[in-house]
């Protein structure tokens, strides 16, 4: 359920009113079980057109998207990866009337209100903004956005438990941001982006099959001058961050892969071993068995960055590589 809550951890959390927003939401849907339904029934009223682009979906969970007035599919043949699918539905569903194009994640659980505070009076030097990403207890989570990657963050993330990184980690870490805070970047998830800038930047990088492609737009709206903004009056759950044992391995093996596509040379070889590090400590001390089994296969891809080399690319049998780079693809099941 795109809106589902558990228990009182958000009683005093209340968006306000929806209202429609000059905005096309953008979602790509894999697979997607149930959720897409009653996501869109969140979004439609509060954006002028939702599109969804369907990535080549097996389980029919595309079908909610069919006869509608507010929504428009896209159906592919192929899963061409996410920054393809985004850029392809902004192409083909945007018009004048859009301010915004909004990335939503078809496992993002969407409240009413939510799309209608997250665009709600930004400053026009702001091209991107994002959602606070928070768990089931409304506790904020550091995949909500952070500072633009380097070896010196990463080293910081291998020794460093992320809850104490302040502001020298990758990711955003306590204290959170309260109120409209600027970051290098803010993830994907539930992402607003002017259509202007959309466009003239390039759209999103392409070379990104899946991950990564958020925190490269945001450094290009900066590069360009503009503000990347973190709304933490949004508190919006990624299913990912919470999601089974195989689907976060394979999200933690892909986001290895895409942030990869980022260091060339000596920076390659050192962010393998740097990240290398980190995992062989979480494979041994993470509290949680998802977090050490993850770590333990994400060693390989460690060990392949340390030779210079980029690692195989996790893709599913039905993918479209299109203009994506990296390293061989391989088979891999999931979405």
Known sequence: ????????????????????????????????????????????????????????????????????????????????????????????????????????????????????????????????????????????????????????????WSLVPVALHYRFGPWVSRPFPKGDAELDWVSGAMLGIRRGPYFELGMLDEKYWMYVEDVDFCRKARKAGYRVFHRSSVHLIHEVAAGDRERRILSGLRSVESLALDFRGWRLRALGLVLGLGYVLRAGFARRATERALARTCLHHCVELMKGRFPERHLPPDADPGRSKGGKPVTASGS
Request: negative net charge.
């Open 1 to 156: 359920m795109a809106t589902s809550r558990r228990g009182k951890p958000f009683a005093d959390y209340h968006p306000g009113p929806p209202a429609r927003q000059p905005a096309l939401a953008v979602v790509v849907n894999y697979n997607s079980g149930d959720r897409l339904g009653t996501l869109l029934d969140v979004l439609e009223p509060e954006v002028r057109q939702v599109v969804v682009v369907d990535n080549a979906s097996r389980d029919g969970s595309q079908e909610p998207a069919k006869g509608r007035e507010r929504t428009t599919l896209i159906q592919n043949d192929k899963n061409r990866g996410f920054a393809a699918a985004v850029n392809q539905g902004a192409q083909q569903a945007v018009t004048d009337q859009d301010d915004w194009i909004v990335l939503v994640n078809d496992d993002a659980h969407v409240r009413p209100g939510e799309m209608t505070e997250l665009l709600r009076d930004v400053p026009s030097d702001v091209a991107v903004v994002a959602a606070m990403q928070v768990n089931f207890q409304d506790k904020p989570l550091s995949e909500s956005g952070g500072y633009d990657p380097s070896i010196l963050r990463y080293l910081v």
